[in-house]
């Protein structure tokens, strides 16, 4: 059931290409704006850089919530699903997982080439990957509370963010917090480990608060 | 052991906790408005100056029970909120809904007093310090918490969807509370502490009278508004007609 529902959801998106593209390019619009906005000075550049490449993807990764469950709750299969004798935990995780390889894995392969841009060295590209594969997982599985919470609602997108965002801080602090590190020269370890933390805690119980928020959407 | 048993559900039927509510109000609101004029009056003519803050230091007689209640209001917020998702109980739901409003007032008199505060004391207005930071993701919160419940039209759905956002939310509380110590702060020198500046018996009196009032207040407040939403859930229902009568 759960590796069934995950590739069901990356065939739909695969058929969707056009979503998925369009939230990493938004991604790559928004870190190239800072540049431009604040001017070309390498030092300054780099000394952004972790909060832009962070702040851009908690905004990219954001904006494709409402993907995780929308098109499942208009035609109804959402309702099926949580129908179904499976825990709606597990029917929750496969959902995340599929969103975090469609949505968000694009975004942590595509990050080191926007770090160039903005003048980091391997290693602080190397822990930019790091960093972001750690805590965009954590990104779509909060999110995923937010966006169940708004299904079917009136301006639900503005919603999720109000919802989303403050929940999002610690992931940003921990992530940015990695790569200004090791720009400093400092170990980022301790922020990766921090990440890695926040990563195995939200996995355990934010499914659990998203099957409860689906559970009171759906019925 | 008596037969006569204590029905301990009986107030939790909004049918007979309005006219409860009703009653007490007064005792709530009439000690909140002595306590606070006898805390401003102590706080701001009894109260010595400061050494090192001069007058300014007189805010926080208002900003310190001002973000005591903010953070407290959350977490009574969240639980009212877990209690009335977990067994049905509306009543704990509405008291949510009601305490929501008051404790983003609050959050925000804190916010703009420290403001005020900071100005003269830090010379800045604001400062990404862990403590402002966190007070700041609090005000999100409440204001998440009840735009999503005025978002959604159906009662059931509204509270129980705003039960999974308030405890969601008291889970990052501590996430935020610790970042005093994760947080990269330059600024760290200039957060408030407990043992930053010795306080003369007349601070702490002022103090906690005002603490007392805004408790009073919160209190009062919050009952008065609880019952408005009980009127308005209510419409339909006969015992209402005849405590409006």
Not at chain 1, 1 to 20: K, Q
Not at chain 1, 49 to 73: C, E, H, K, Q, T
Request: hydrophobic fraction near 60%; proline fraction near 5%.
């Amino acid at each position: 059931m759960f590796s069934w529902l995950v590739w069901r959801d990356l065939i739909l998106a695969w058929r969707r290409r056009a979503d998925v593209l369009a939230t990493v390019f938004f991604f790559i619009i928004v870190t190239s704006l800072f540049p431009l906005g604040i001017g070309p000075e390498r030092e300054t550049l780099k000394t952004i850089a972790p909060g832009v490449v962070w702040v851009a993807a908690l905004l990219a990764s954001m904006l494709s919530l409402g993907r995780i469950f929308g098109n499942d709750y208009q035609d109804g299969t959402l309702e099926q699903l949580v129908l179904t004798p499976q825990p709606t935990y597990l029917v929750v995780l496969a959902k995340v997982l599929a969103h975090w390889i469609v949505s968000e894995l694009p975004l942590v392969v595509i990050a080191p080439v926007l770090g160039l841009q903005f003048g980091l060295s391997e290693n602080s590209l190397v822990i930019v990957i790091a960093s972001l594969l750690l805590g965009t997982p954590v990104l779509s599985v909060i999110g995923s509370i937010g966006a169940a919470l708004t299904l079917g609602l009136r301006a639900a997108n503005v919603l999720v963010a109000l919802l989303v965002l403050p929940l999002y801080i610690p992931v940003l602090i921990f992530g940015s917090g990695a790569v200004q590190a090791s720009l400093t020269g400092a170990s980022p370890q301790a922020w990766l480990l921090l990440l890695a933390a926040t990563l195995v805690v939200s996995l355990v119980f934010a499914p659990w608060a998203t099957s409860a928020a689906l559970k009171i959407s759906v019925e | 052991m008596s037969n006569r048993r204590i029905n301990w559900y009986k107030y939790a039927a909004p049918a007979n906790f309005y006219p409860r509510a009703g009653k007490m109000i007064p005792f709530f609101a009439v000690p909140a408005v002595i306590l606070f004029i006898v805390g401003m009056y102590v706080g701001f003519f009894v109260a010595p100056t400061d050494f090192q803050q001069g007058e300014s230091y007189r805010i926080l007689f208002i900003h310190v029970p001002a973000a005591w209640m903010g953070m407290f209001l959350y977490v009574m917020l969240a639980i009212y909120a877990g209690i009335g998702w977990a067994f049905n109980a509306r009543l704990a739901s509405m008291m949510a809904q009601a305490i929501a409003p008051t404790g983003a007032i609050f959050t925000f008199i804190s916010l703009v007093t420290g403001s005020l505060w900071g100005r003269p004391a830090w010379g800045v207005w604001w400062v990404w310090d862990a403590r402002l930071t966190s007070t700041l993701i609090l005000m999100f919160l409440y204001i998440g918490f009840i735009s999503l419940q005025s978002s959604i039209d159906d009662v059931r759905r509204a509270d129980r969807a705003g039960a999974v956002l308030a405890l969601v939310g008291v889970i990052n509380v501590p996430i935020i509370y610790f970042s005093v110590q994760w947080w990269n702060s330059l600024h760290q020198g200039a957060t408030i502490s407990k043992n930053s500046f010795k306080m003369a018996p007349s601070m702490a009196a002022a103090m906690f009278l005002l603490l007392g009032a805004c408790w009073l207040y919160s209190i009062a407040v919050v009952l008065v508004r609880l019952r408005y939403i009980i009127r308005e859930r209510e419409q339909e229902a006969p015992w209402l007609a005849e405590v409006a009568a």
